[in-house]
């Protein structure tokens, strides 16, 4: 689908216009994510909110270049240090009634205090019965090394630090990553190193493991439902394990995409 021309005068638009430019074009999944942010500070919160909002809206007609775009904002989502600006986004989408980004950023309304997580494990542990506790920082410099063997013990670590260095490690496979995104129950912290990787969000597996997974926060679950297909969110929908708020918004966003062509009825479908 191009990318509609701007009206006159509207900062958002063009911003919406000039994403949907260039972040196609860059190969990079890392420099996706970068030219996002650095894009959309440089152009103020209420401009880059109304930007994200049309392409929000866009993406929930299954417009495949606003998903790309969204696709490349996702890792900013569960980064700590962006945590802040999120927070302002999603004010900001309320108060200014953006619909369509209120909804990309929608979380699970506390009724009472969320239960406390579990804590994050800093004593050794060791990677076979019998074996030396090894540290945390002996087992994040193992997760850099390209060991298979290593690697396959370490899969299971509970560390979020630990996590982060086997996302990065060139060996890991999509079969890791999919182990990883399923364990249970999953440390929210755990969830934001995996919604932090580009690389492996991209994939659909790791996606689906990732959002089916009930220890993901909706607010990192509900916006990867953007890049989903038609078929991915109606197994959403039925999934009784996780957030009423991700099923609701699977639904809603069922609701919103475009009908299907008569020739697709009852058949597979790219949206």
Do not use: Y
């Amino acid at each position: 689908m191009k990318p509609r021309s701007p009206a006159p005068d509207d900062p958002s638009a063009a911003l919406a216009a000039r994403l949907c430019k260039v972040v196609p074009a860059l190969a990079d999944l890392g420099m996706r994510t970068a030219l996002v942010l650095r894009t959309l500070e440089a152009a103020g919160l209420p401009t880059a909110a109304r930007a994200l909002d049309k392409l929000a809206s866009r993406a929930e007609q299954a417009d495949p270049t606003a998903r790309e775009v969204l696709a490349a904002l996702l890792p900013l989502l569960g980064d700590p240090a962006h945590a802040a600006w999120i927070t302002a986004l999603r004010d900001l989408a309320r108060d200014a009634s953006l619909l369509g980004l209120s909804r990309l950023l929608r979380r699970r309304t506390r009724v009472a205090d969320p239960p406390p997580s579990s804590p994050i494990e800093h004593r050794g542990i060791a990677l076979e019965p019998g074996g030396r506790p090894l540290s945390l920082g002996e087992r994040r410099a193992l997760a850099r090394m390209p060991a298979r063997a290593v690697l396959d013990k370490l899969l299971a670590d509970p560390h979020p630090r630990v996590v982060e260095n086997l996302l990065a490690n060139p060996r890991l496979t999509e079969d890791d990553v999919v182990r990883i995104a399923a364990k249970r129950p999953q440390k929210p912290e755990v969830a934001s190193e995996i919604a932090r990787s580009a690389r492996w969000m991209a994939r659909a597996r790791v996606r689906m493991t990732f959002v089916l997974n009930p220890g993901t926060p909706p607010e990192l679950s509900v916006p990867v439902l953007s890049q989903l297909l038609r078929h991915e969110l109606a197994e959403v929908a039925e999934a009784t394990q996780v957030p009423a708020v991700l099923r609701g918004a699977a639904l809603d966003l069922l609701a919103r995409r475009p009908p299907l062509p008569p020739d697709t009825q009852g058949g597979g479908s790219m949206q």
